[in-house]
T-cell receptor, first 116, second 112 residues
Framework: DTGVSQDPRHKITKRGQNVTFRCDPI?????LYWYRQTLGQGPEFLTY????????KSRLLSDRFSAERPKGSFSTLEIQRTEQGDSAMYLC??????????????FGPGTRLTVL | GNSVTQMEGPVTLSEEAFLTINCTYT??????LFWYVQYPGEGLQLLLK?????DKGSNKGFEATYRKETTSFHLEKGSVQVSDSAVYFC???????????FGSGTKLNVKP
């Protein structure tokens, strides 16, 4: 068990470019969450997967944002036509999500996005 | 709607002082409540949780009691240590852990 990993850890991009982030949850965790965190604020929920199915999406997730988890393992979050307001830390978390499990949410280290 | 409000920081205490960080919530239904901690340079990690009214979550000397009548989940510790210096986040999940709502965080500084 190596924990939740995210790649890249830092991304600097120019306004208008597309970016993609990857999250690898803890092996066999079937629930995966994406959050956005800005300075001085708590994480804001973006979306949630149960295996490969995307079951919840926040209104924060505009049409420029898309997330996938094609095989129920790793997930990607893509932001198209980035804006300066997208600058934030993007966090991924996973939960085992099986009957009798602890339902503890484990967070990754995050990807810090800076849009110039 | 669902939301979490926690006291603004930073909170600065001397070692061995008593800690209270207030957290109140608004929720539909009967949420589960959580405290998460983020130590400097590290990711968020679960500190404690309570899943129903009057439950007390506890871990590492920290405690919080789920108070439905006051919609509160205040974090307490009887004697803080320098190593407790971190940012603390209160959070709720309305049902079945499908979605989580976090407060804005309270930074705790403990001085020797």
């Amino acid at each position: 068990d190596t924990g939740v990993s995210q790649d890249p850890r830092h991304k600097i991009t120019k306004r208008g470019q597309n970016v993609t982030f990857r999250c690898d949850p803890i092996s066999e965790h079937n629930r995966l969450y994406w959050y956005r965190q800005t300075l001085g604020q708590g994480p804001e929920f973006l979306t949630y997967f149960q295996n490969e199915a995307q079951l919840e999406k926040s209104r924060l997730l505009s049409d420029r944002f898309s997330a996938e988890r094609p095989k129920g393992s790793f997930s990607t979050l893509e932001i198209q036509r980035t804006e300066q307001g997208d600058s934030a830390m993007y966090l991924c978390a996973s939960i085992e999500g099986r009957p009798g499990s602890t339902d503890t949410q484990y967070f990754g280290p995050g990807t810090r996005l800076t849009v110039l | 709607g669902n939301s979490v409000t926690q006291m603004e920081g930073p909170v600065t205490l001397s070692e061995e002082a008593f800690l209270t960080i207030n957290c109140t919530y608004t929720a539909t239904g009967y949420p589960s409540l959580f405290w998460y901690v983020q130590y400097p340079g590290e990711g968020l990690q679960l500190l404690l949780k309570a899943t129903k009214a009057d439950d007390k979550g506890s871990n590492k000397g920290f405690e919080a009691t789920y108070r439905k009548e006051t919609t509160s989940f205040h974090l307490e510790k009887g004697s803080v240590q320098v190593s407790d210096s971190a940012v603390y986040f209160c959070a709720l999940s309305p049902y079945n852990f499908n979605k989580f709502y976090f407060g804005s965080g309270t930074k705790l500084n403990v001085k020797p």
